[in-house]
């Protein structure tokens, strides 16, 4: 697998002047982690933010930008109120501005660049993930808008841009956890504490430009069997046919259009994360190059079969594996949903990896691009959540009242259970969701089934968790499970378990448990979908000191006995696995804001258990090879 580039030329990257450079500091009173106390704002996330259709011609535009807070019916700032530095939030401390953003308010953001046309090309406007609702003008000509904090965004803005200096103007809404917006937000609410956190307001990854030709390949869906079959699907734009070459290790394997057949094909896993280049090129009718992109593929099978007890097991390439590793959440306390630095999350990933994990839970947020990228280089195995959503979570207490309807999708549902009859309390809860509210989570759910297909590392999908916003269940799980047939369906990480996907999952703290016993579960992969949460507060490493810190089952009194619990739930997980318990998801990662059951501080700088120390533990009760 060839290393992606870093575009550093000056010729390519287009930082702003860093006027505001120099007196740039994160926001005051705040815990940074060691990349961000060492940040450099002339060059935050300079990498090639998108590996899977890799370009030469790039332009970056992460860096300073003018911020305004207005009202949110205003149609443009009258003034601006400082610098932003971007792909900060507004809220992290790392934008230099720390301060939350209200539902009453927009957010605007400005900057220029130089632009120098070329004949027979388009000019691209690419956002890697704004939160919520964002509206686009490029030199006073509106281009765009988009709605959803998640997922990656472009306009194409060649007929606004012009030679020289050119304007961009955003503007953005997010109203959080206001009532009746069923905005999709995960763990963000307004009134942030206990399981919830910081809200996230505006751009919070990478925005970049990219000249492409008037005919160019717009995207590309790849999938793989195991026989080496390998069917290219390009999205095009304009004309023109494609050419498709793939690599293994720098020698070309095989070549065709829009299938490929790879002999004696190298299949990808955690044991051996092996992937082939991809170089995929737009002809004309002559046989003449307009466009060309780099992208890879692993090859690989997801499945499950039952073992000699007739218990479930999940299978990758026709071999039995359990599935092990942490509750993700992603979270830092200097850049909120953005890591400070590649480096930065690449040191979770390397910690974790070098802990005896296989599989991570991607918990309710969509990492950028890279993050997958790492994941299939590396070999983990990713379970993926759908980001949740629908009526507020922790609301202030001056808030407006919760309509009826509301009200009752935010009251408790009944135990995590089978749904036995069509009138029980499951099913009409099921069904409070409006029409609109549901039209817009289904576009967000397929939109990010359609943006991580072609990842190999991603092996489940969990369109709910702890019915947060569940709703629809048998319909959204009849849907995914036949849209991509190629990965395993989790329904309801937590929540309360419909007959439909693959996998029975059961979440409990602070040790696992799953009710074997129960013959509802028999036909479906047996998980325990989060247990552990043990805390342990080290000092000097508190997010607030004065706020509860808290983990699961209480807090130890010592490190020793913080391990011995960490230690017995691994043993418990070991027996259940032996059972017929298929994978555990242990909770989590960091610590996050007051929750302190992270495996390594929220500030990255404490690792609370080595490394090596639970790698020696994995193995020894059959979790890690």
């Not at 507004?90 to 605007?108: M, T």
């Not at 046919?241 to 690599?247: D, N, P, R």
């Not at 289904?442 to 489940?460: F, T």
Request: glycine share 8%.
């Amino acid at each position: 697998m060839k290393t992606l580039f870093t575009i550093t030329s000056a010729a390519l990257c287009a930082h702003l002047s860093l006027a505001g450079a120099s007196d740039w500091k994160p926001a005051e009173n705040t815990m940074l982690t060691p990349w961000g106390e060492k940040l450099d704002p002339a060059n935050v996330w300079p990498e090639y933010p998108r590996p899977q259709m890799e370009r030469a011609d790039w332009k970056n535009l992460n860096g300073f930008w003018n911020y305004a807070v207005t009202d949110k019916a205003a149609s443009k700032p009258s003034a601006w109120d400082g610098d932003i530095l971007v792909p900060f939030a507004l809220e992290a401390p790392l934008s230099g501005v720390g301060r939350k953003l209200q539902p009453s308010e927009a957010l605007w953001y400005k900057r220029t660049f130089n632009h120098a046309p070329k004949e027979g090309t388009r000019l691209l406007l690419h956002f890697e993930a704004v939160d919520y609702k964002t509206e686009v003008w490029v030199n006073g000509q509106r281009v765009g808008s988009n709605i959803g904090g998640n997922l990656p965004f472009s306009f194409d803005i060649g007929n606004a841009a012009r030679a020289g200096s050119n304007e961009v103007l955003v503007k953005v809404l997010d109203a959080t956890d206001t009532p009746g917006t069923y905005q999709l937000r995960g763990k963000q609410v307004f009134k942030n504490g206990g399981i919830w956190y910081t809200p996230v307001s505006g751009i919070w990854q990478t925005v970049w430009l990219e000249t492409v030709p008037e005919n160019h390949i717009q995207s590309v869906r790849i999938d793989t069997r195991v026989t080496g079959d390998i069917a290219i699907q390009p999205t095009i734009v304009g004309k023109g046919s494609i050419k498709t070459t793939a690599y293994l290790d720098g020698k070309e394997v095989s070549s065709g259009t829009e299938k490929l057949k790879v002999d004696a094909p190298k299949l990808w896993s955690p044991k051996s994360p092996a992937l082939y280049d991809l170089k995929v090129e737009l002809v004309d009718a002559n046989g003449n190059v307009l466009d060309t992109v780099n992208s890879y593929f692993g090859i690989r099978e997801c499945g499950k079969r039952q073992d000699a007890d007739g218990n479930w097991r999940f299978t990758l390439n026709g071999e039995e594996i359990f599935h092990y590793g942490p509750l993700d959440q992603g979270w830092w306390p200097d850049g909120l949903l953005t890591p400070p630095s590649e480096e930065a999350m690449l040191f979770d990933m390397h910690y974790l990896q070098e802990a005896g994990f296989n599989m991570i839970r991607k918990h309710i947020k969509v990492e950028p691009r890279r993050y997958y990228y790492h994941c299939d280089r590396m070999g983990f195995l990713v379970w993926q959540d759908q980001v949740s959503g629908g009526t507020r979570v922790g609301a202030p207490k001056n808030a407006p009242p919760i309509k009826k309807k509301e009200a009752q999708a935010k009251s408790e549902w009944p135990e995590w259970k089978r749904l036995h009859q069509p009138d029980s309390p499951i099913t009409e809860l099921d069904k409070a969701w409006p029409d609109w509210a549901h039209e817009q989570w289904m576009a967000e759910l397929k939109g990010m089934v359609d943006h991580l297909h072609n990842y190999p590392s991603i092996v489940v999908w969990t369109p709910f968790n702890e019915r947060w916003g569940q709703h629809r269940t048998m319909a959204v799980g009849e849907w995914i499970a036949q849209y991509d047939p190629s990965r395993s369906i989790n329904i309801a990480s937590g929540g309360n378990f419909f007959p439909v996907g693959d996998i029975a999952d059961h979440h409990q703290y602070p040790h696992p448990m799953f009710p074997m016993d129960d013959p509802a579960f028999n036909g479906y992969l047996k998980v325990v979908g989060e247990y552990g949460g043990h805390g342990w507060p080290v000092d000097g490493h508190i997010w607030k000191i004065q706020n509860r810190n808290w983990g699961y089952g209480g807090l130890p009194k010592t490190l020793d006995e913080y391990k011995a619990r960490f230690s017995e739930s691994a043993r418990i997980l070991g027996e259940l696995k032996k059972q017929g318990v298929s994978a555990g998801v242990y909770t989590q990662t960091t610590d996050v804001e007051v929750e302190i059951n992270g495996l390594m501080t929220y500030d990255r700088k404490v690792l609370k258990i080595p490394a090596a120390e639970l790698k020696k533990l994995h193995k020894a009760n059959g979790l890690a090879e």
